[in-house]
């Protein structure tokens, strides 16, 4: 992904900002907005941020996991299964 294709003014979403919507969907591609000069925003289609958002879960999720491991706080599965199985034949 090359953004250096994707950079406009602000001016330009402003009088083409139905175009750029269609466009952001089309081509799943984000573009940064600028405002004198500077990168000031960001816009992508809602497909791709939900996209982005589920990953960042995920990486959230494996970074946790990642710290636990190092604290050594970790169980072993077999433990866990054995767990799990004597909770369900209690029930």
């Known amino acids: 992904m090359k953004l250096s294709s994707q950079i406009k003014p602000i001016s330009y979403f402003k009088a083409n ?3 750029i919507v ?23 289609d809602i497909a791709s941020y939900e996209e982005t958002q589920e ?3 995920l990486l959230k999720i494996l970074a946790l996991g ?14 866990v299964i054995k767990r799990l199985r004597e ?3 209690a029930a």
């Open 55 to 57: 990953t960042m879960a």
């Open 22 to 44: 269609r466009q952001l969907a089309a081509q799943r591609e984000p573009m940064v907005i600028t405002q004198n000069g500077e990168a000031t925003a960001v816009i992508q």
């Open 87 to 89: 909770k369900k034949a």
């Open 66 to 79: 990642n710290r636990q491991i190092e604290a050594g706080r970790v169980t072993p599965a077999a433990t």
């Open 17 to 19: 900002a139905a175009e």
